[in-house]
T-cell receptor, first 114, second 112 residues
Framework: AQSVTQLDSQVPVFEEAPVELRCNYSSSVSVYLFWYVQYPNQGLQLLLKYLSGSTLVESINGFEAEFNKSQTSFHLRKPSVHISDTAEYFCAVSTERGADGLTFGKGTHLIIQP | NAGVMQNPRHLVRRRGQEARLRCSPMKGHSHVYWYRQLPEEGLKFMVYLQKENIIDESGMPKERFSAEFPKEGPSILRIQQVVRGDSAAYFC??????????FGPGTRLTVT
């Protein structure tokens, strides 16, 4: 079985500052990794994914994440945050078995301070 | 709207009543997943279905909960004899058989 740990339940950051949201996973088989974002009272939106190939993946709104197999991590970063980035961020993993259920971390609430 | 549809968005039930939550997957998707989000917890996988088949229900409570995805129509998550502990947000996701899943807006169930 796999598991996901998001060490920080809340991360307060000033606007235009850089941010890193940490995600570590545990699995005995190869994994696929995802970051989802949830705005208040909404569903989850897929932010970015690692399936194979380049270990650095980027989203269209400036976020990026790097798959580090040796450290079993998939941390999310953004060099300069905006007020609109305030949301809950979830890291998730699925296994090489394919189209099975995602295992989620407990989420990190990103709070942008003006 | 080509996204995942869920209805109702909000559902209030008294203890002991039944709750029916509906999910229409994205066009062209035949894989449906249900998740539950409890306060202060992350999302927990409940069940994975394809048309007319339950593929994995390892996350479903053994009693009172059932799910179906008929040949025609939406997927249904059914909770019988609801209790206060069932109050949560229930999310449906769909995929086309590939890795990424796309989520609906959720149904927020309140049991009074």
């Amino acid at each position: 079985a796999q598991s996901v740990t998001q060490l920080d339940s809340q991360v307060p950051v000033f606007e235009e500052a850089p941010v890193e949201l940490r995600c570590n996973y545990s699995s005995s088989v190869s994994v696929y990794l995802f970051w989802y974002v949830q705005y208040p009272n909404q569903g989850l939106q897929l932010l970015l994914k690692y399936l194979s190939g380049s270990t650095l993946v980027e989203s269209i709104n400036g976020f990026e994440a790097e798959f580090n197999k040796s450290q079993t991590s998939f941390h999310l970063r953004k060099p300069s945050v905006h007020i609109s980035d305030t949301a809950e961020y979830f890291c998730a993993v699925s296994t090489e078995r394919g189209a099975d259920g995602l295992t989620f971390g407990k989420g990190t609430h990103l709070i942008i301070q003006p | 709207n080509a996204g995942v549809m869920q209805n109702p968005r909000h559902l209030v039930r008294r203890r002991g009543q039944e709750a029916r939550l509906r999910c229409s997957p994205m066009k062209g998707h035949s894989h449906v997943y249900w998740y539950r989000q409890l306060p202060e917890e992350g999302l927990k996988f409940m069940v994975y279905l394809q048309k007319e088949n339950i593929i994995d229900e390892s996350g479903m409570p053994k009693e009172r909960f059932s799910a179906e995805f008929p040949k025609e129509g939406p997927s249904i998550l059914r909770i019988q004899q609801v209790v206060r502990g069932d109050s949560a947000a229930y999310f449906c996701a769909s995929s086309g058989g590939f890795r990424e899943q796309y989520f609906g807006p959720g149904t927020r169930l309140t049991v009074t």
